[in-house]
C-alpha cells in the first residue's frame, strides 16, 4: 500500500503594510518577487513540489487575492482553492481546509510569505513532523535561533521525541532583549516559525475540544459551501459570526499534544525591510541594489526602485524605496514601523 501523501496547506493573503510602499492591501508581500524571480507564494508552492512525499496543495485565501493566486499557481499542482468569505484568523481558515481533506491526511501547515533557503532541510524537518502527525501528534517546525530576536514568538522543547523532535513544554510570546538573550543561551528554545504538520481530524478533533463554537461555525459554513471547479467557497453567514483567533492560542497552546521540530533552514519571515535587507544580494560596501540607482561612496545601503532613478552620496545605513508616486526613507532598524505610515493605506 502506498504512502499517504502529504498535503500542503498554503495559507495566502495579507494586509500588505509591512513592506510598505513596494507591498500593499491589493498587492500584498506573498505575491511579490522581493528575493529571487519568483514571488514568495510560488516558493512555498515550489518547496512542497518535485518531492513524492507531497500531493497537490490546497490553498486557503481570500476573494481579494483569488486571481493572484490563480495566476501565480497555473504552474502548480493546485488540488483546490478555498476563498473564505472574510478573514478570521488561521484557526478557522486551517479548520476549513481540514474539512476539505480524508481525516486522516496529514496537513502541512505553509504561511505563502515566509523565505526558506535550505529546502532540503526543510523537506527533512516536514519528513520528521508528518512522523509525528502520523502518530497523533500536532507537530510544529520551529527554527534554532541565530540571535536573540524579539520580533517572534518562541517554543520550548521538552522531552525527546526523535532526533531532532520533542515534546512542547511551552509556547511563549515575544519576549523583550533581555528575556530574548536568556532563551538563546539556554539552548532550549527556538522561534516558531508558523509552520505545522498535524492530521485533518486530529485538528478538527482538538479545535472542537476547545474552540466548539469556532469549529460548529466553521462545520457549518463548510457544510454550506459551493464548489465551483477547483474554487470552494464557504457560506458567508456563518463564517462571518466566527471570532478570529490563531492557530497558536486556540490549539497549540492548550493541546497536550504538541510537538515541536527544530530545523536550521535559512528561515526568515521577511517581516519588514530591515530582515529583507540581509537577505538580498550585497555589494562590497555592503549596498544592495534593485532598480536604476547611482551610488558614490555609500555603504550598507538598500535601494529599492520601480523606476525612478535613485541617486545617492556619502550615505551610511539607509533603506531607500521608490514605488510609483510613494518615496520610504529611513534606517533599517526605524524601516521596521513602516505600518505605522499614515501612507499605508489602499490608494
Sequence with gaps: ?????????????????????????????????????????????????????????????GAAHLELVEAQSKDFEVAEVIVEPEPRQTAAALALAALRLDQDAVMLV?????????????REAVREAARLAGEGWLACIAVTPSEPDTRFGYVRRGEPLGRSSFRVAQFVEKPDAETAAAYLDSGVYAWNAGIFAFRAGDYLGELRNFRPSLSAAVEQSAARGELAGKRFF???????AIEPESLDYAVMENTERAAVVEAEMDWSDVGNWEALFRMREKDAAGNAVR??????????????????????IGVDNLVVVVDGDDILIAPPTAAREVAKLSAAKPR
Excluded: Y
Excluded at 16 to 38: D, N, V
Excluded at 49 to 59: E, N, S, T
Excluded at 302 to 311: E, N
Design 1 to 61: 500500500m502506498a504512502e499517504q501523501k502529504i498535503t500542503p496547506v498554503i495559507l495566502c493573503g495579507g494586509s500588505g503594510t509591512r513592506l510598505w510602499p513596494r507591498s500593499r492591501p491589493a498587492m500584498p508581500k506573498p505575491f511579490l518577487p522581493l528575493i529571487g524571480e519568483r514571488t514568495l507564494f510560488q516558493e512555498a508552492l515550489l518547496r512542497c513540489a518535485g518531492d513524492p512525499m507531497f500531493g497537490p496543495a490546497l490553498i486557503v485565501t
Design 110 to 122: 505553509c504561511p505563502s510569505d515566509h523565505h526558506i533557503g535550505d529546502v532540503a532541510a526543510f
Design 234 to 240: 464557504p457560506e458567508r453567514e456563518s463564517f462571518a
Design 291 to 312: 532598480g536604476p540607482a547611482q551610488l558614490v561612496d555609500c555603504t550598507n545601503v538598500l535601494v529599492d526602485s520601480d523606476g525612478p532613478k535613485v541617486h545617492m
